[in-house]
């Protein structure tokens, strides 16, 4: 947040804006969180990061009579203020979705936010957000009937920034075999959401097309995390997945960076979600989190 509110505040400034005093109050949704059994609040992994970060930009951009769409500001303030933070520049995507709700994207180069000099001025932020960016953002929704499911490994959590550390040294070590597995991983991903294309124009033979590029960049993924020595997919987890799709998952897998955040699951009806909930209900080192949504 400070991050944040410093990042809005200069661009503020940049623009001629007198800043004046301000108070934040902020108030996550219960899904971003849940309490354990010693009365700690965990992060649920849902992307609270990128939420806060694009919830408080948002409303000082607001508050100071700033539209956030012109020059998609909003958006770009919010990619800046989270690298900053982070240190590093990731895959965008969470702040991508907090900012312009469900989408199909692809990042900018990350030379675009590494240009960024580390005692930068206001107007070289302003230029910073002027500039056009070449990622991609397109407006999509998941076909009807998808149902989603959402769990916690209690007490468990990955620590990304770690995760990302081990991938970035396998990436050094060989880039040759890193460079193979994220265009596998990326090839799937489109195979995948060109499936789900299909499936929302009636094209019901698409579900098995889908389920199959998910599966298989979700093994890509498992084997990156192996050869990176990063549980992105632990084998206990792989267990729980194939049993959870015994129990009516269509898909699962682990969310965001992988590892014991959590697990998603799409299934195609009510049924098939009540019976995977059971199934989860019974398993002790989950917690399942009552999302507010009844598809994806």
Known sequence: MKTAVETASR???????????????????????????????????????????????????KAFGIEPKKD????????????LATGKVGSGFDIAAATHGSIIYTRYSPGILQSLPANYTNSQLLELVKRGWDYSIEPFSMPE????????????SMITAKAVG?????????????????????????????????I??????????FR??????????????????????PEDCTALIDES?????????????????????LTLDTDSKRRLERFWKGRREL??????IATV
């Not at 998609?72 to 690298?83: E, F, I, N, P, R």
């Not at 129990?247 to 965001?256: E, S, T, Y």
């Open 72 to 83: 998609d500001a909003l958006h770009k303030l919010a990619q800046t203020a989270h690298s």
């Open 166 to 198: 081990g991938v970035s040294e396998f990436k050094k070590r060989d880039p040759g075999t890193y460079g193979g597995f994220i265009k596998d991983m990326n090839d799937e991903n489109i195979k995948a959401v060109n499936a789900l294309r299909a």
């Open 145 to 156: 009937g998808f149902k989603l499911s959402f769990a916690n490994f209690i007490g468990k």
């Open 245 to 265: 799709k015994k129990n009516g998952a269509f898909v699962a897998k682990l969310p965001g960076a992988g590892g014991k955040d959590a697990i998603s699951a």
């Open 212 to 233: 199959h590029a998910f599966d298989n960049g979700r093994a890509w993924a498992k084997m990156l995390g192996e050869l990176s020595g990063v549980g992105i997919e």
């Open 11 to 61: 661009y503020i400034a940049a623009l001629g804006i007198r800043l004046k005093g301000f108070r934040i109050v902020t108030n996550s949704d219960g899904p971003f969180s849940y309490t354990i059994k010693t009365g700690k609040v965990a992060k649920s992994g849902l992307g609270s990061s990128a939420a806060v970060t694009v919830a408080t930009i948002g409303a000082l951009l």
């Open 200 to 209: 929302k124009n009636g094209d019901s033979g698409a579900y098995e097309a």
């Open 287 to 292: 917690n399942l989190q009552a999302l507010d």
